[in-house]
T-cell receptor, first 112, second 112 residues
């Protein structure tokens, strides 16, 4: 297992719920990432934070709201999601940009 | 120009055989090419990576072959084992950016 942890590991939510995904990295890295992984599609980069500043936002719908309070923690706040948002959400970290990214185990999200 | 095309989608190999997965890219600015291995229920883990200044990199049973002129790179798994059964992703990125462009993945099954 890597030094990136994610909670919860599984989440079922209704379309009107609000929930948050949490990621924590214990590697001393400066950059953190959120990815969405759906079946038979490439991993989709959602957000990138470097030194707690958002440096990338890949046209993600506003129902996904990231938060990076410090370089070790990253959150993804979810509200009024759609069933097509059901996927595995992966967090990753790297020492800086363009270096090896280390992934957490993911949160399996099901939106009913 | 941002795509990375990966093939095959799935691969079945006998124990002891060679597994070969191919990727092709278009953007000549890419200069870092990692391969990730993902087991069910886990996040992707870095397997091996290469930069375009070398044509081959070997780590144990895993070898990356890189053809800069053809804009292709491939992963070879020698003496494939049932424990290698997983999904493999290639990726490409450019120094100075935070973006990895991932392939769609290859599901490898090694028969005992």
């Amino acid at each position: 297992e890597t030094g990136v942890t994610q909670t919860p590991r599984h989440l079922v939510m209704g379309m009107t719920n609000k929930k948050s995904l949490k990621c924590e990295q214990h590697l001393g890295h400066n950059a953190m990432y959120w990815y969405k992984q759906s079946a038979k599609k490439p991993l989709e980069l959602m957000f990138v934070y470097s030194l707690e500043e958002r440096v990338e936002n890949n046209s993600v719908p506003s129902r996904f709201s990231p938060e990076c309070p410090n370089s070790s923690h990253l959150f993804l706040h979810l509200h009024t999601l759609q069933p097509e948002d059901s996927a595995l959400y992966l967090c990753a970290s790297s020492p800086s940009g363009s270096e090896t990214q280390y992934f957490g185990p993911g949160t399996r999200l099901l939106v009913l | 120009q941002q795509q990375v095309k990966q093939s095959p989608q799935s691969l079945i190999v006998q124990k002891g055989g060679i597994s070969i997965i191919n990727c092709a890219y278009e953007n000549t600015a890419f200069d870092y090419f990692p391969w990730y291995q993902q087991f069910p229920g886990k996040g992707p883990a870095l397997l091996i990576a290469i930069r375009p200044d070398v044509s081959e990199k070997k780590e144990g049973r895993f070898t990356i072959s890189f053809n800069k002129s053809a804009k292709q790179f491939s992963l070879h798994i020698m003496d494939s084992q049932p424990g290698d059964s997983a999904t493999y992703f290639c990726a490409a990125s450019r120094t100075g950016t935070y973006k990895y462009i991932f392939g769609t993945g290859t599901r490898l099954k090694v028969l005992a």
